[in-house]
């Protein structure tokens, strides 16, 4: 974790918001606030913003809508840490299924939230490190599909943009780099989802149901990627380097 990191930290408690904006303040970290989702907005338009910690329970846009709209965004690729007064897991799945990166119910020690904000930034940062060190092309063409990995985004054969969540990228990039094999939801399991796997090992599944819908993949006949029962996923398709933005 970098002392440059710029926290978002979103809740309508003004005691909450201080306490953490203190404690990350004191662990080297650049902390903002915002109270609701228009706040929320102001400040990704005003400054770079490396990790969200949002609140499930606010006023007017709950958090699962604001990070609905995050993930549609242009801010997709931000890690989001949701914070949850519910102990239901009816909120963690949909939480996880809309793209958050983790969870964490209150009431919570900020020790964790430090730990568990450490955790997704690595893993958020793992990618790009590896993508340079292997000198991967920038643009990977897989059937009607591109996936730009500078700007993390995917391309449709009209060129029209999706932007990814962080977790939708990284199961796609790891998918990518393993085509036509079996990899099982342990592999994926400990190259994803971290800390998150310890509570809660649907994750991938909820992760592989929201990236089919980004690539329009029926389930019950799949395109790109199929279920191998008793074993994990497979991507079917052959994967070609391009160029940023072209074809194979």
């Not at 662990?27 to 499930?56: E, T, Y």
């Not at 993508?131 to 449709?156: I, K, S, Y």
């Not at 310890?198 to 994750?203: L, P, T, V």
């Not at 497979?234 to 074809?247: D, L």
Request: proline fraction near 5%.
């Amino acid at each position: 974790m970098d002392r440059n990191d710029h926290i978002l930290v979103v809740d309508d408690d003004p005691d909450i918001r201080n306490l953490l904006a203190e404690y990350l303040g004191a662990q080297g970290l650049h902390a903002a606030c915002a109270a609701d989702g228009r706040q929320m907005r102001a400040s990704l338009v005003a400054s770079p913003v490396h990790l969200i910690v949002l609140d499930l329970m606010l006023p007017g846009e709950d958090g699962l809508a604001l990070l609905r709209w995050l993930r549609d965004s242009e801010w997709a690729h931000i890690p989001v840490l949701m914070l949850t007064a519910r102990g239901d897991d009816v909120d963690r799945i949909i939480g996880l299924e809309l793209g958050a990166d983790d969870y964490l119910p209150k009431p919570f020690v900020p020790r964790e939230l430090v730990a568990r904000i450490r955790a997704v930034l690595r893993r958020a940062r793992a990618l790009p490190t590896e993508t340079a060190a292997t000198d991967e092309a920038p643009c990977l063409a897989f059937g009607a599909w591109r996936l730009d990995t500078v700007g993390r985004n995917l391309l449709d054969a009209q060129g029209s943009m999706t932007p990814l969540s962080g977790a939708e990228y990284a199961l796609l990039r790891f998918l990518l780099r393993h085509p036509q094999r079996v990899v099982s939801r342990d592999q994926l399991l400990a190259q994803l989802a971290g800390r998150e796997a310890e509570a809660f090992d649907r994750s991938i599944d909820l992760r592989v149901s929201r990236l089919r819908r980004r690539l329009g993949d029926d389930a019950r006949e799949p395109a790109y990627i199929k279920t191998v029962r008793n074993e994990g996923y497979v991507f079917c398709m052959e994967v070609k380097r391009c160029e940023h933005g072209g074809q194979p």
